[in-house]
């Protein structure tokens, strides 16, 4: 009875870990400027009716932007807002409809399709049609408009209903954009998109005057950082104006061992078996293991704490059971920085790897360079400026250094072994 008991207290059900679900993890760390920025700035800022942009967040693969926005969106939810549930593009997928189908959701939220207005009666309709032929529609040119238009209309008038509502503020999030490789389509899109975020109505004001207001309407896109890369010429100078582009990178350890932290003081909660409740705690050293192995990526940290969970029967997670979880999730590990360097063009790679071979302080683009086997210095700057303004693998300080600690640690050491 007495080893059940234990044996029950750490099982898969209690297991707070959760190393790419699509949950929310419920052992959370860091991201507070990028909460803070749609508590504090979007949020209310769209609701005051003032402009503000729509946000971008890109980043390699297992950084976290989509559990993200899919805790903004949670946050939002819980206020009323109206938001959609976030929409992932499929690669090669049409985006229109899906968007299309989103935006009627959030109508339906909005109580528009009761409304007797022949002119919000019309809009759905078109976005229906939408819904069904996507970017198609603009072939057949159905009723001469443009299928952007039929969404920038529909999520206009699902502004004004939230408007009206005072409080409520309409949320899209579609993650995955990278996938969206039909140019008209993203173009189709991003209009539709940015003309809602910048559109205006007049509203009354106490007075009896007349004023301009933005919608209450926010929107995210997520995805990879290749993205950016479709920005320049398809997505052009009007989508930088409308979009405020963040690219994100490791979670510093001080916020993991922070979200750790509830384990060494309290212990983590979990039933018991019994009907009760018992504490699961980590020894400080395990804390800090766990934080030290995973080098600030949350996929890992999520890894890392699921296996040493797993790798023992008590009711303190100890660090040796953090070494030996992690020793099983070692290839796991490995495969997870693999796919990262090798969606790299070879070029990029041949930097990170000339970069890691040199000791940290020697990390200069001229040494890189020649690590490279370049034959001029300047060959290697384009190579650099991307790994760190778009994809925020490197930052070129002197010395350069890397952002994503776990490819610094599988290029230059034997981690993810330990
Ligand atoms: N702030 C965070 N704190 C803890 N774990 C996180 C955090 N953000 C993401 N994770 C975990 O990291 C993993 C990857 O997250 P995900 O959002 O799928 O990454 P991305 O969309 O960037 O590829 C998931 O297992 C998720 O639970
Ligand atoms: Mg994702």
Known sequence: MGSDKLISMRDALDNPFSPGSDTIPEVWAGRTEQLSDWRDVVRPRRLAGLPERGRTILGEPGLGKSTLVRRIAQEATRSGDWVTPQLRIPAGADPLKLVADAVL??????????????????????????????????????????????????????????????????????????????????????????????????????????????????????GLPDFEDMAGARKGATFARRFKTTTLSAIDDEDLAEALQVFVLEGWEVSDGNGGTARIRMEPDAAARVVDICRGEPFLFQLAGEQAWYAGVGATITAEEVLRGWRGAQREATAHVERILERLPARERLLLQAMAELPAEARTLTRIAEGMGLAKVTDAGPTSQRLDTVRGIIDRGKPYSFRHRAVEAYLSSDWPKV
């Open 105 to 222: 959701k959030l109508a339906a939220d909005a109580g528009l399709p009761a409304s007797r207005e022949k002119r919000i009666s019309d809009t759905i309709a078109r976005v229906q049609a939408v819904a069904v032929s996507g970017i198609s529609l603009t072939i057949r040119g159905a009723d001469g408009l443009e299928p952007y238009s039929a969404l920038t209309q529909l999520l206009i008038e699902v502004g004004r209903a939230a408007i009206a509502r005072r409080d409520v503020i309409a949320l899209i999030h579609i993650d995955e954009i990278q996938n969206i490789t039909d140019e008209r389509a993203l173009s189709q899109l991003l209009i539709a998109l940015g003309d809602a975020l910048t559109h205006e109505v007049e509203v009354d004001v106490p007075g009896g005057a007349r004023v301009n207001r933005s919608l209450p309407i926010a929107v995210y896109l997520t």
